[in-house]
């Protein structure tokens, strides 16, 4: 199309670096999206496991008859439905991070209490204190509750670094737009002249911007994409939270750039075409 090339952006110094700049963009809001997703995930994860559980921790010099009192008692109280001791092995296990050679410690009795949702926890709580006092109680609950808020903390901040990205996006169209169309004023007139309707030349603008901000998008994503599937694999734990959600999030929230784009482009074009006529 003649008025296509004539009317042509590629003039603005700053029309070079939207591709770049939208690439930056993409990448972070893409690694933004995912990262709130696999906390959401892994949150929801540890929650499944743990908010109808508490742990019991007894020394281990507990009275065996005691201990086993404990056990036979706590599935009769309403609200139990299991009480499973953790394994000498698996205690072991859980040691070795932390501690060398685990296995020459004397090792707690633990108990893991498992609950129904509707369980009173108080009761529960109370009868573990008088059967067993010296007995280290872990309710989950309220850890749950604590990193349910900071997951909420991240997320908020995510959802704030994505309005400043799309923020700085339409701040760079505009600009782009605006130096595009002053490099070109002569052209303008002369297109205007010819007959080019402002309908036309909004089109002609607004397509020329969003196949730079597209191509930068995918450029973004796709390095996103890689940077997320390269520490999966080197991190097992956060492979297992890669969900479908997860990547569909990383994959789909850039496209808000070249949405926003397209608007911006458009809506920026049309007021400079006003003033022009």
């Known amino acids: 199309m003649?008025?296509?090339?004539?009317?042509?952006?590629?003039?603005?110094?700053?029309?070079?670096?939207?591709?770049?700049?939208?690439?930056?963009?993409?990448?972070?809001?893409?690694?933004g999206a995912a990262s709130t997703?696999?906390?959401?995930?892994?949150?929801?994860n540890w929650q499944l496991g743990r908010s109808n559980s508490i742990t019991l921790y007894l020394p281990p010099d507990a009275d065996a008859a005691t201990v086993h009192q404990l056990q036979q008692s706590l599935p009769t109280l309403a609200g139990v439905t299991g009480v499973a001791p953790v394994s000498p092995h698996q205690l072991q296990?859980?040691?070795?991070?932390?501690?060398?050679?685990?296995?020459t410690l004397p090792l707690p009795t633990v108990l893991e209490v498992n609950l129904a949702p509707t369980a009173a926890r108080p009761q529960i709580l109370a009868h573990i204190q008088q059967t067993f006092p010296t007995a280290e109680i872990d309710?989950?609950?309220?850890?749950?509750?604590?990193?349910?808020?900071?997951?909420?903390?991240?997320?908020?901040?995510?959802?704030?670094?994505?309005?400043?990205?799309?923020?700085?996006?339409?701040?760079?169209?505009?600009?782009?737009?605006r130096t595009g169309l002053a490099a070109q004023k002569p052209v303008l007139h002369l297109l205007i002249t010819l007959g080019a309707d402002d309908a036309l030349l909004s089109r002609l603008v607004t397509s020329q911007v969003s196949r730079r901000v597209l191509t930068g998008t995918a450029i973004g994503t796709a390095t996103a994409v890689a940077v997320t599937g390269a520490v999966a694999l080197l991190n097992p734990t956060l492979a297992s939270c890669l969900g479908a959600n997860t990547w569909s999030t990383l994959v789909l929230t850039p496209l808000l750039l070249p949405i926003v784009a397209a608007i911006t482009a458009h809506l920026t074009t049309s007021r400079l075409l006003r003033r022009l006529a």
Do not use: C
């Not at 997703?37 to 929801?44: E, F, G, M, T, V």
């Not at 903390?153 to 782009?176: F, R």
């Open 93 to 103: 296990e859980w040691l070795t991070a932390v501690v060398p050679n685990p296995e």
């Open 37 to 44: 997703s696999i906390l959401q995930n892994l949150y929801a």
């Open 2 to 31: 003649p008025a296509a090339r004539a009317l042509n952006l590629k003039h603005a110094q700053v029309f070079q670096l939207v591709v770049i700049i939208t690439a930056l963009l993409s990448w972070v809001i893409a690694l």
């Open 139 to 177: 309710d989950h609950q309220p850890l749950l509750a604590q990193v349910q808020g900071a997951v909420r903390s991240l997320q908020s901040g995510a959802l704030l670094l994505a309005g400043v990205m799309l923020t700085l996006m339409v701040l760079l169209v505009a600009l782009t737009v």
